[in-house]
């Protein structure tokens, strides 16, 4: 039973994108335009080569970034402004996640490889931007994404994080791997095909915190 497997757990680590809102929002559709638009003027290529290099770098790197980063020197600051300049229409408030997660004990952070700009657009939308301690981009970590090691133990070390009482939920299994070798409960949030460290999985984020904490006192 989830209920009995996050009983001990205080530390309480939720990842932005297609885990916070609902895949079909389609907000990475604009996001992926943005950056294949980016490249293409940055590296002067065409947009197939962009395309390609985008996919390359976030499966090898992490994310578009970090190999833009690594291999062409891109200043992280306008790339992130400039890709996240989109439009947040597509997302609506869901009271009901907000109270699932506010009825979480413990702590509550975001830890995403977007920036914290752009997550506070994003949680403001679903109407979640009261329901967290503390919200972690990409910046926290000197631009070091998810999936890599370093980039968890900062933020964990920032916040003050415990694996041992902590549960992370994500969308992409590799962004996992390290919560689980860290002793952490993992939630592969999404329909994606889950792996060996994976311990949980969902497709409704609230439904699924529903069954992980009591219910929040009614108001009579």
Known sequence: ????????????????????????????????????AYVMRELGVDRDRADHLRATYWAEHGTTLAGLMAHHQIEPGPYLADVHDISFDALTPDPKLADRISALPGRRIVFTNGDVAYAQNVLNARGLGETFDAVYGVEETGFVPKPEAPAFHTIFGLDGTDPATAAMFEDDPRNLAVPHALGMQCVLVGSAKPEAHIHHQTTELADFLERVTPSPTAVV
Not at 10 to 33: K, M, S
């Open 1 to 36: 039973m989830p209920a009995a497997a996050f009983s001990h757990v205080r530390h309480w680590v939720f990842d932005l994108d297609n885990t916070l809102y609902p895949p079909d929002a389609a907000l990475f559709d604009q996001i992926e335009v943005k950056m294949i």
